[in-house]
């Protein structure tokens, strides 16, 4: 199979099911007794092939039994985009199929509770990792996002982002952000795959632990830290800062300044009534992307810890005009 040469054979025999239960064929394979005429399919090619012609010669040899015939044991064979197997030769016994059972292997015979026991012990199935991460409110991660988990550094990166995401839960407590499993995808994704991708050196989660990416994500969530130093934190981490996370926060003086929404809210009165025209292009002309401008100017007079989102939104609220972002 490792250089494209699968090649399968398969056998088929049918027996009749009815209200009673399965009818038992004539015939014994192997001390298996009680089964159908079984026929054998040479050289499937892969394993869409294996399935199609067993199928197709499951049908064929209903069929038959089904009319009053009589199933021969022979070889056959399966072309891609056929409908029905091909007769190849006849068969008259075990020899000429040339099975060479073993004397010393018994049959095995695997209980329920085995398989049962099994099945509970198997990791989930990717599929259902997928369904998990994409609908559970827990992460409601893009499908994108989600299969690219599944897909990295042999699920290493998945175990990865679920520590962090437990990590974030307990800081949390007991009301943590609905959006925080998103957040965090975000950051085990593309701000820590950038840095992987830069520094042109395998996945290791050594290198940021979980624990203190979900404080650094903490930090950025509970607006103690902004995105931009958010990030200065991560590359500090990741290129070996011994100092732990507070410590470096602390040091770098990283922390926000409070604005009080007064602050927020003069300042934006000061700003409209200064700038007339600007006003009337948002108010008249319809021009509302020029708030983003009035933002501008609140980040810059007020400098670290500003919050563009508060003063977005002080700023609709003056100008009387709709805020879109609350229609989302």
Do not use: C
Not at 161 to 173: A, G, K, Q, T
């Amino acid at each position: 199979m490792e250089v494209g040469g699968l090649r399968a054979d398969v056998n088929v025999s049918v027996r009749r099911r009815t209200d009673a239960g399965i009818e038992a064929g004539a015939h014994s394979y192997h001390g298996v007794s009680g089964l159908g005429q079984r026929t054998e399919i040479k050289n499937l090619s892969s394993f869409k092939a294996v399935e199609d012609a067993i199928i197709a010669e499951r049908n064929r040899q209903i069929k038959i039994l089904e009319s009053g015939g009589v199933v021969e044991g022979e070889t056959r064979g399966w072309s891609l985009g056929s409908t029905e197997t091909r007769k190849l030769r006849g068969k008259e016994g075990e020899v000429d199929y040339r099975y060479m059972p073993d004397p010393d292997l018994g049959p095995v015979i695997i209980s329920s509770e085995l398989v049962e026991r099994l099945r509970q012990s198997l990791p989930a199935l990717a599929d259902d990792t997928l369904a998990t991460l994409t609908d559970n409110s827990k992460y409601l991660l893009t499908v994108k996002d989600a299969k690219t988990l599944l897909a990295l550094d042999n699920a290493e990166r998945l175990d990865y982002y679920l520590d962090v995401i437990e990590n974030l839960r307990n800081r949390f407590s007991p009301d943590p952000p609905k959006d925080i499993g998103r957040i965090a995808g975000n950051w085990v994704l593309h701000e820590i795959g950038a840095l992987f991708s830069k520094a042109d050196v395998p996945w290791s989660a050594d290198r940021v632990s979980s624990t203190s990416l979900a404080r650094i994500i903490w930090y950025l969530v509970s607006t103690k830290i902004s995105g931009r130093s958010a990030k200065q934190l991560l590359e500090l981490v990741f290129n070996g800062d011994p100092r732990d996370i507070d410590t470096i926060v602390q040091e770098q003086n990283m922390i926000l300044k409070q604005i009080s929404e007064d602050t927020y809210f003069n300042l934006a009165q000061r700003l409209v009534a200064e700038n007339p025209k600007m006003v009337q292009a948002i108010k008249q002309k319809g021009q509302t992307g020029k708030v983003m401008w009035f933002v501008g100017q609140m980040i810059r007079e007020l400098g670290q810890g500003t919050q563009a989102e508060q003063a977005k939104r002080v700023l609709h609220q003056i100008l009387d005009i709709p805020d879109d972002s609350k229609r989302k």
